[in-house]
T-cell receptor
Framework: DQQVKQNSPSLSVQEGRISILNCDYT??????FLWYKKYPAEGPTFLIS?????DKNEDGRFTVFLNKSAKHLSLHIVPSQPGDSAVYFC?????????????FGKGTLLTVNP | NAGVMQNPRHLVRRRGQEARLRCSPM?????VYWYRQLPEEGLKFMVY????????ESGMPKERFSAEFPKEGPSILRIQQVVRGDSAAYFC???????????FGPGTRLTVL
């Protein structure tokens, strides 16, 4: 059973435009959500996170929105840059009080075209 | 300020052999986590270790897999009698505490022939 779902395997956007990556989850026990970025042949790198007590968190060009009632979160990148091209993983934690156990989605490959 | 190091980066084994994957956490980190990424899947938690202790191994297969994090030296993920289904990328992460940010290594890609 997949508790964190990223239904879009890939997304292509033009440089300067907005990239929106979506993520859905099924486990209502999750209370902390993270986005990781991964380049080929490297490990995932933490990007931004949000606690379930918030509905928005912003860090520079990156904003994460959380809709708890819909069990949905999204990552907005504005403006998108070619260097943002990577696989983006949505992850969640908090099930059973174990914040260290991250549950990942399958990832979305973002391509930003110059 | 080296990050999390994993070796080897690529490992090829024949069915029935043993695979040993090593992970050196970031300096100052005493908490280590192992994740496995099967083809076309997301990363899946396997085990959480602190120095000399296994804290949570709920994600690790009950047979053939074991992990350790000795007082000295790297953390080791050991897979005995490998099968083709073990082919995957194995990522190690480390942190300063169980609720703190996890920093990931570059992974070891295991291929079982």
């Amino acid at each position: 059973d997949q508790q964190v779902k990223q239904n879009s395997p890939s997304l292509s956007v033009q440089e300067g435009r907005i990239s929106i990556l979506n993520c859905d989850y099924t486990n209502s026990m999750f209370d902390y959500f993270l986005w990781y970025k991964k380049y080929p042949a490297e490990g995932p790198t933490f990007l931004i996170s949000i606690s379930s007590i918030k509905d928005k968190n912003e860090d520079g060009r990156f904003t994460v929105f959380l809709n708890k009632s819909a069990k949905h979160l999204s990552l907005h990148i504005v403006p998108s840059q070619p260097g943002d091209s990577a696989v983006y993983f949505c992850a969640a934690s908090g099930d059973g009080g174990s914040n260290y156990k991250l549950t990942f989605g399958k990832g979305t490959l973002l391509t930003v075209n110059p | 300020n080296a990050g999390v190091m994993q070796n080897p980066r690529h490992l090829v084994r024949r069915r029935g052999q043993e695979a040993r994957l090593r992970c050196s956490p970031m300096k100052g980190h005493s908490h280590v986590y192992w994740y496995r990424q099967l083809p076309e899947e997301g990363l899946k938690f396997m085990v959480y270790l602190q120095k000399e202790n296994i804290i949570d191994e709920s994600g690790m297969p009950k047979e053939r897999f074991s992990a350790e994090f000795p007082k000295e030296g790297p953390s080791i993920l050991r897979i005995q009698q490998v099968v083709r289904g073990d082919s995957a990328a194995y990522f190690c992460a480390s942190s300063t505490g169980p609720n703190n940010e996890q920093f990931f290594g570059p992974g070891t890609r295991l291929t079982v022939l």
